[in-house]
T-cell receptor, first 114, second 113 residues
Framework: DTAVSQTPKYLVTQMGNDKSIKCEQNLGHDTMYWYKQDSKKFLKIMFSYNNKELIINETVPNRFSPKSPDKAHLNLHINSLELGDSAVYFC?????????????FGPGTRLTVL | GNSVTQMEGPVTLSEEAFLTINCTYTATGYPSLFWYVQYPGEGLQLLLKATKADDKGSNKGFEATYRKETTSFHLEKGSVQVSDSAVYFCALYNAGNNRKLIWGLGTSLAVNP
């Protein structure tokens, strides 16, 4: 009965490859997010979707493309991976009707680009 | 604009010591304030929150009071445990800020037995 789940938990890949990370929430929330956390624990918002509509799109290279097939899922596809993409990527969800501030986070996907 | 400033870590304490992690903010209007905790190898989880001035959030022995006059939301615990070792993030939510949660840089806490 995990609230926000991500797969895979670990991802090791070569530079130049394309990879995807999947996220699912079973909380009935209407908003989902992708965050990137670097090695210094700095947390940066990348994208946010509300009811499958993109509402936050920070300055992220267009090699990163989020896709929300329905409001319970938000996937992240990354093309042409670079060394600097190595980080932990967190998915989160929230319910806008209750203010939208409370974020429920997934366990993270540790991406290592070699 | 909106911003959050946290004290830099790492903070290292002995078990049962008193903890304070400072957090100050800059915001227009009346933001909500939060502390999130990230245990090793896990995602962030909400620790406590306060939605208006003078509110005190509390959870698991941690407390923080929303002080509008000093624009602060310092996290305190009277007696830390080894299991409190984690990274603590202060965050601010301003409804008019395009639904963004503004994060501090995080403060790493290590508690030694």
């Amino acid at each position: 009965d995990t609230a926000v789940s991500q797969t895979p938990k670990y991802l090791v890949t070569q530079m130049g490859n394309d990879k995807s990370i999947k996220c699912e929430q079973n909380l009935g929330h209407d908003t989902m997010y992708w965050y990137k956390q670097d090695s210094k624990k700095f947390l940066k918002i990348m994208f946010s979707y509300n009811n499958k509509e993109l509402i936050i799109n920070e300055t992220v290279p267009n090699r990163f493309s989020p896709k929300s097939p329905d409001k319970a899922h938000l996937n992240l596809h990354i093309n042409s991976l670079e060394l600097g993409d190595s980080a932990v990527y967190f998915c989160a969800s929230s319910q806008e009707a209750s203010g939208g501030a409370l974020r429920f986070f997934g366990p993270g996907t540790r991406l290592t680009v070699l | 604009g909106n911003s959050v400033t946290q004290m830099e870590g790492p903070v290292t304490l002995s078990e049962e010591a008193f903890l304070t992690i400072n957090c100050t903010y800059t915001a227009t209007g009346y933001p909500s304030l939060f502390w999130y905790v990230q245990y090793p190898g896990e995602g962030l989880q909400l620790l406590l929150k306060a939605t208006k001035a003078d509110d005190k959030g509390s959870n698991k022995g941690f407390e923080a009071t929303y002080r509008k006059e000093t624009t602060s939301f310092h996290l305190e615990k009277g007696s830390v445990q080894v299991s409190d070792s984690a990274v603590y993030f202060c965050a601010l939510y301003n409804a008019g800020n395009n639904r963004k949660l503004i994060w501090g840089l995080g403060t790493s806490l290590a508690v030694n037995p």
